[in-house]
């Protein structure tokens, strides 16, 4: 009988990872969890990133940081330099760091210091798991799903598993929404992208069912069409090829999409439609509505600062927004960087993930860094319509450390 192996770096990304998407899941595995423990779960992005930062620091390594990981990492740099800038004006401008002073700097802080972790994570889990990153992530999401439905069933039997998928079609009503794990389910549609579009041969069938039914599980109707977007994309560059002019149309493309929607939620055209149509918005009318009210959309709109939406439903009353007080973010990351950023701060974060991003990766690192990493993108952008995944750790740590991971090697040997 053969020994099991396990791979002591292996096990650590995978538990980390694992560990930092328990915050958002207490509702399955301890409903009510408070005080210390819940804190403990919620820094576990900065405990996790210190401890796989120190592993990775004290690890021998055979194969040093190459020069093409240096400049993958070097890419964030201009993103940093954005977020002092829109965080200086703020002060001049904002009403928010006004009204809020010091504990709105403490929570702008807090912002950067979770972009510098998902740097950090990304650079860490590549150097301790180098090709195996996405494998042992992978891994990772597939457990907690797992370990969801084994949590979930002796509270809502079989037959709640069946009316959640009902539900997902539009066939059932689900009595319970136990198993709308956000952050887990985003993550697993970026996986998806990845391997149905760009590796289908570097995973077994069963693994990639099961990726999937966890995936619609999730009951996230936006990742859906955001799969779709992406997968568009993914196959017609696989077919024509992928060149820089595609690049910048799609990039532009993206950044008028993002300022029109904006425009049309000022407007009031888009909940209007949505009240015309019976679809239901989930309360999101009361918090667009909030927040609309007290800016504007305009080029001299200088935006409220880093944290300045966060801190604001911080600080919002239930007689003010009705239910969607308890909720942990706007539901609208589009909408929510252009308050925070203001319209030429927003307008320039769009073109970093849009354009800069991807043009700097066709150029420096390759063809198939560049278009897995706009797959990535435009799916992340469709689910920032409506949700936080903008604010995702281990979402953000996945968009960045995939194109890194595989754009490495030669994917199913093809030329894009």
């Known amino acids: ?47 996790g990133t210190f401890s796989i930062f120190a592993v990775t620091i004290s690890t021998p390594r055979r194969n040093g940081v190459t020069a093409r990981q240096k400049e993958y990492i070097r ?5 940093f330099i954005l977020y002092f800038a829109v965080e200086v004006l703020s002060f001049l401008s904002s009403p928010v760091t006004q009204a809020y002073g010091l504990s709105f700097v403490t929570r702008s802080i807090a912002y950067i210091l979770d972009k510098v972790c998902v740097v950090v994570m990304v650079y860490c889990v590549w150097l301790l798991r180098r090709e195996k990153s996405i494998e042992c992530i992978c891994k990772a ?33 689900s009595p319970s929404s136990l198993l709308e794990v956000h952050e887990l389910t985003y993550c697993l549609g970026l996986c998806i992208i990845y391997y149905l579009f760009f590796a289908r041969k570097q995973l077994r ?29 993914a196959l017609v560059v696989r077919k024509k090829g992928l ?33 015309t149509y019976g679809i239901n918005v989930m309360g999101r009318d009361a918090i667009y509505s909030y927040f609309l009210a ?50 030429f701060g927003s307008i320039l974060w ?10 700097q990766l ?18 992340a952008f469709v689910t920032y319509l409506t949700d936080n995944t903008e604010n995702y750790f281990v979402f953000q740590v996945l968009l960045f450390l995939i194109p890194l991971t595989a754009g490495a090697r030669d994917i199913e040997g093809e030329e894009i």
């Open 205 to 233: 069938l069963s693994k990639f069912v099961l990726l999937v039914f966890l995936f619609i599980i999730g009951g996230k109707r936006i990742a859906f069409a955001g799969i779709v977007v992406s997968g568009i994309f």
């Open 362 to 379: 066709f150029e420096k690192l390759g063809k198939r860094d560049a278009t897995l990493y706009v797959a990535l993108i435009i799916f």
């Open 294 to 343: 007290r800016t504007k959309f305009s080029p001299s709109y200088l935006g409220w600062g880093l944290a300045g939406v966060s801190k604001m439903i911080e600080n919002m009353s239930r007689a003010e927004v009705g239910n969607m007080v308890v909720v942990r973010g706007l539901h609208n990351d589009i909408l929510k960087i252009y308050i925070d950023f203001g319209f």
């Open 350 to 359: 769009f073109a970093y993930q849009l354009l800069y991003m991807p043009i």
């Open 141 to 173: 999401l597939l457990f907690d799903g797992v370990l969801i439905i084994l949590f979930a069933i002796p509270r809502i039997g079989i037959a709640g598993i069946l009316y959640t998928l009902g539900e997902v079609f539009g066939v059932a009503e």
């Open 75 to 79: 890419l964030f740099l201009p993103l």
């Open 1 to 47: 009988m053969g020994e099991l192996k396990v791979n002591r770096n292996g096990l650590l990304c995978g538990s980390v990872i694992f560990l930092q998407l328990l915050w958002m899941q207490t509702k399955v595995f301890h409903p009510g969890l408070s005080g210390p423990a819940y804190q403990l779960l919620y820094y576990m992005k900065y405990i």
């Open 243 to 275: 060149k820089k002019g595609t690049l910048i149309v799609v990039g532009t493309l993206g950044i008028a999409v993002s300022l029109g929607y904006i425009a049309i939620l000022y407007n009031g055209e888009f909940l209007a439609t949505m009240a």
